[in-house]
């Protein structure tokens, strides 16, 4: 008899036959959910057709071990719930809350956007990352919840894992989640995933790393740091050959520091256009001599093709609610469901940006995203291509 595992490829390996050969015309999403109503799979083409979501999808996961960064209670979600933060990240007993390291908690509405039109003009174009394998690559996530005594638990990190699962997998990736790993478990788990032969087929990587932190790195659970800097290494040109020229996701929902952001009021004064330049900087033409280019072959630099996204700048806190997850986090599922058809990852970030820049927590305090683009090209998941 064939093992559950077995089965389930076999299944798969018919469902793929069997959308191969439909007409490109037909609507082949509706044909399947049809289908299952026809033999009483309600609940199934339900979640073909996405009107049905499952009761406990957000309490069923693996790792449903709370998240820490600094656990700071705020409000936020996409609708702001009104949930009450503790000064140190800690949740008040017997109640949700946000902790710096909070997020939205509403969805988006469309993880189907691409029509084909749009997948089919840029798929291929020279300005474009090739991300259009199946899986499109694989997906990293590492979700530190219980820690050492010196630490709280990152109570709410459950909501970001379950998020991020739902988006990346249904955005074509496969997904892997390894939980509550120490600093030297986080750094034997990149090396190990650095190695997969599996890259080589496909076309982009995704790492997620939800965890406590401090200025430029990620906690284990034991308390050690893990610099950020060596997380990138793991899958630089040199270290990981197969993501060569590659896109390369790095999420980081971790605190900064210890400073809390109190925001500023605009004081009206208007910033000149002259303001924004320097006089000093280089021309297009200075950057360009004759004598930098190589004549031989031509090379990638090392740590091209990374985009990093971190929850919040240098020395400040993340917030995180209790009982919807944390602020980046859901921003950004949020933003990616409802963008990811048609804007590439830069775009969606100034939105990711925009959305966590207008949560505000019960005792006023603030949170910025940070963004680093290395990528060369613009990046599209393509989803539901």
Same mark, same amino acid.
């Given at each position: 008899?064939?093992?559950?595992?077995?089965?389930?490829q076999w299944g798969f390996k018919i469902l793929l036959s069997w959308k191969q050969r439909q007409p490109r015309s037909v609507n082949k999403r509706k044909v399947l959910a049809d289908a299952l109503r026809e033999v009483y799979r309600d609940d199934l083409a339900g979640l073909v057709d996405g009107n049905f979501k499952p009761?406990?999808?957000?309490?069923?996961?693996?790792?449903?071990?709370?998240?820490?960064?600094?656990?700071?209670?705020?409000?936020?979600?996409? &609708?702001?719930? +009104? /949930?009450?933060? =503790? @000064? *140190?990240?800690?949740?008040? !007993?017997?109640?949700?809350?946000?902790?710096?390291?909070?997020?939205?908690?509403?969805?988006?509405?469309?993880?189907?956007?691409?029509?084909?039109?749009?997948?089919?003009?840029?798929?291929?174009?020279?300005?474009?990352?090739?991300?259009?394998?199946?899986?499109?690559?694989?997906?990293?996530?590492?979700?530190?919840?219980?820690?050492?005594?010196?630490?709280?638990?990152?109570?709410?990190?459950?909501?970001?894992?379950?998020?991020?699962?739902?988006?990346?997998?249904?955005?074509?990736?496969? &997904?892997?989640? +390894? /939980?509550?790993? =120490? @600093? *030297?478990?986080?750094?034997? !788990?990149?090396?190990?995933?650095?190695?997969?032969?599996?890259?080589?087929?496909?076309?982009?990587?995704?790492?997620?790393?939800?965890?406590?932190?401090?200025?430029?790195?990620?906690?284990?659970?034991?308390?050690?740091?893990?610099?950020?800097?060596?997380?990138?290494?793991?899958?630089?040109?040199?270290?990981?050959?197969?993501?060569?020229?590659?896109?390369?996701?790095?999420?980081?929902?971790?605190?900064?520091?210890?400073?809390?952001?109190?925001?500023?009021?605009?004081?009206?004064?208007? &910033?000149?256009?002259?303001?924004?330049?320097? @006089?000093?900087?280089?021309?297009?033409?200075?950057?360009?001599?004759?004598?930098?280019?190589?004549?031989?072959?031509?090379?990638?630099?090392?740590?091209?093709?990374?985009?990093?996204?971190?929850?919040?700048?240098?020395?400040?806190?993340?917030?995180?609610?209790?009982?919807?997850?944390?602020?980046?986090?859901?921003?950004?599922?949020?933003?990616?469901?409802?963008?990811?058809?048609?804007?590439?990852?830069?775009?969606?970030?100034?939105?990711?940006?925009?959305?966590?820049?207008?949560?505000?927590?019960?005792?006023?305090?603030?949170?910025?995203?940070?963004?680093?683009?290395?990528?060369?090209?613009?990046?599209?998941?393509?989803?539901?291509?």
């Amino acid at each position: 008899m064939s093992s559950p595992h077995s089965a389930g490829q076999w299944g798969f390996k018919i469902l793929l036959s069997w959308k191969q050969r439909q007409p490109r015309s037909v609507n082949k999403r509706k044909v399947l959910a049809d289908a299952l109503r026809e033999v009483y799979r309600d609940d199934l083409a339900g979640l073909v057709d996405g009107n049905f979501k499952p009761k406990s999808r957000s309490t069923t996961t693996k790792a449903v071990i709370p998240q820490q960064e600094v656990t700071r209670q705020h409000t936020s979600s996409i &609708v702001e719930p +009104k /949930t009450k933060y =503790t @000064a *140190r990240g800690v949740p008040p !007993t017997g109640s949700g809350s946000d902790n710096p390291e909070d997020t939205d908690s509403e969805e988006g509405n469309s993880d189907d956007d691409s029509t084909k039109e749009f997948f089919e003009k840029w798929r291929n174009h020279d300005g474009v990352y090739i991300n259009s394998s199946t899986p499109r690559g694989r997906c990293l996530i590492i979700n530190n919840f219980k820690f050492e005594p010196e630490m709280r638990n990152r109570y709410g990190t459950e909501h970001d894992l379950n998020s991020l699962k739902d988006l990346f997998t249904k955005f074509k990736y496969t &997904v892997t989640v +390894k /939980t509550d790993l =120490t @600093a *030297r478990d986080i750094k034997d !788990t990149l090396n190990e995933e650095s190695k997969q032969s599996m890259h080589d087929m496909y076309e982009s990587f995704v790492l997620a790393i939800l965890s406590h932190g401090t200025v430029d790195a990620v906690y284990g659970v034991d308390n050690e740091t893990v610099p950020y800097k060596e997380i990138y290494n793991y899958f630089n040109g040199e270290n990981c050959k197969s993501l060569i020229g590659k896109p390369k996701i790095i999420i980081i929902q971790a605190c900064q520091g210890k400073d809390e952001d109190g925001g500023v009021v605009p004081d009206g004064g208007e &910033v000149k256009q002259d303001d924004n330049v320097d @006089a000093s900087s280089p021309s297009p033409s200075d950057l360009m001599d004759e004598k930098d280019y190589p004549d031989g072959a031509q090379k990638s630099p090392t740590m091209a093709d990374f985009f990093i996204a971190t929850a919040t700048t240098q020395d400040y806190v993340s917030w995180r609610n209790t009982q919807t997850g944390t602020w980046f986090i859901q921003a950004l599922v949020h933003i990616y469901r409802k963008y990811a058809g048609k804007k590439d990852i830069s775009a969606m970030s100034s939105k990711v940006n925009s959305l966590v820049a207008s949560k505000t927590s019960t005792a006023g305090k603030k949170q910025i995203p940070d963004f680093r683009n290395r990528l060369r090209k613009k990046f599209y998941f393509f989803p539901g291509h």
